[in-house]
C-alpha cells in the first residue's frame, strides 16, 4: 500500500455481512492561492482534479489577465505599474515581487 494512503483519516465500519471493515477518507485539496498575497481566489473551483477536468474551461477560472493566479487586487495593481512604465515611470521604483508579472505583461 502506498504511504500516502496511511496518513489518510480512518473509520471502523460494520459491514452488512457483520465483518468490520476500514474506510479512509479521501484528502480535500487546498483552495487556490494568490501568488503575490496568499489570498484565496474567489473564482476558481476548489475540487478535486477529476471533477475540474470535467467542468467548462470558462468556469475553471476568471477569463481574465492573470486568472486563476493572482487576484483582482494585485492584478489591479500589476496592470497600473505596466502602464506607468509604459508612459515613462522609472523601473527602479516596481517592487521586485511586481516586476516578474509586469514584464509578463505585453
Known sequence: ???????????QRK???????????????TPAT????RQRLNAVLNHSRALIRKTAA???RPQRVFGGVLCANCTR???KTKT???????EKAVPLTLLKYVRMLK
Open 1 to 11: 500500500m502506498k504511504r500516502s494512503v496511511y496518513r489518510l483519516k480512518k473509520r
Open 15 to 29: 459491514t452488512p455481512s457483520g465483518n468490520h471493515s476500514q474506510i479512509r477518507k479521501n484528502k480535500k485539496p
Open 34 to 37: 494568490c501568488a503575490l498575497c
Open 58 to 60: 470558462t468556469a475553471r
Open 77 to 79: 495593481h500589476v496592470v
Open 84 to 90: 506607468r512604465l509604459a508612459h515613462g515611470a522609472d
